[in-house]
T-cell receptor, first 115, second 110 residues
Framework: EAGVTQSPTHLIKTRGQQATLRCSPI?????VYWYQQALGLGLQFLLW???????NRGNFPPRFSGRQFPNYSSELNVNALELEDSALYLC??????????????FGPGTRLTVL | RKEVEQDPGPFNVPEGATVAFNCTYS??????FFWYRQDCRKEPKLLMS???SGNEDGRFTAQLNRASQYISLLIRDSKLSDSATYLC???????????FGAGTRLFVKA
């Protein structure tokens, strides 16, 4: 069974540009989570999508946004990039039906570098 | 105060040693608890869920203390391959929020 996939693997942008990151969940998973992991820091929760709806978002400015498509894949958009947005962006998916006991399966991440 | 706190380490232990990590959480609405493992420059992977009754998986034992709001992970007979960062994860009731600790780094030396 294919795991969570993310693209691109690496992304280099300059300040002020926009970045789009993509995630495909494991087949059958309806929930997608996005996290930011800056160098030397822990995972910071960004967004949670389920069944096409945004269910929750972390403490990030509105220039971080995303969406979930009918096939449950998801996109994370970061507008007006700043140097401190450089980080590893991880996507995870889970089964929604099992409530709070969901194991989240992570993709390999997209490493975003803002110059 | 962070919602989930871990000792960042690093813990440097010899092969065969027993090592324990603690993680404290502050939100009493915390419902589910997990330990994840993250190798250098890799994605996190689930190590084990944590139950109030405690659970064991081979050399790994996880405990939850709801009264004191902490979870623990015990690794017995450490192997070189156990070297990684161990992340404590707390899910708030309803699954609306997943909080990762910053991780504890473990180095197991020959």
């Amino acid at each position: 069974e294919a795991g969570v996939t993310q693209s691109p693997t690496h992304l280099i942008k300059t300040r002020g540009q926009q970045a789009t990151l993509r995630c495909s969940p494991i087949s059958g998973h309806t929930s997608v989570y996005w996290y930011q992991q800056a160098l030397g820091l822990g995972l910071q929760f960004l967004l949670w999508y389920d069944e096409g709806e945004e269910r929750n978002r972390g403490n990030f400015p509105p220039r971080f946004s995303g969406r979930q498509f009918p096939n449950y894949s998801s996109e994370l958009n970061v507008n007006a990039l700043e140097l401190e947005d450089s980080a590893l962006y991880l996507c995870a998916s889970s089964l929604r039906g099992s409530g709070a006991y969901n194991e989240q399966f992570f993709g390999p991440g997209t490493r975003l570098t803002v110059l | 105060r962070k919602e989930v706190e871990q000792d960042p380490g690093p813990f440097n232990v010899p092969e065969g040693a027993t090592v324990a990590f603690n993680c404290t959480y502050s939100n009493s609405a915390s419902q589910s608890f997990f330990w994840y493992r993250q190798d250098c420059r890799k994605e996190p992977k689930l190590l084990m869920s944590v139950y109030s009754s405690g659970n064991e998986d081979g050399r790994f034992t996880a405990q939850l203390n709801r009264a004191s709001q902490y979870i623990s992970l015990l690794i017995r007979d450490s192997k070189l391959s156990d070297s990684a960062t161990y992340l404590c994860v707390v899910i708030i009731t309803g699954g609306f929020k997943t909080i990762f600790g910053a991780g504890t780094r473990l180095f197991v030396k020959a």
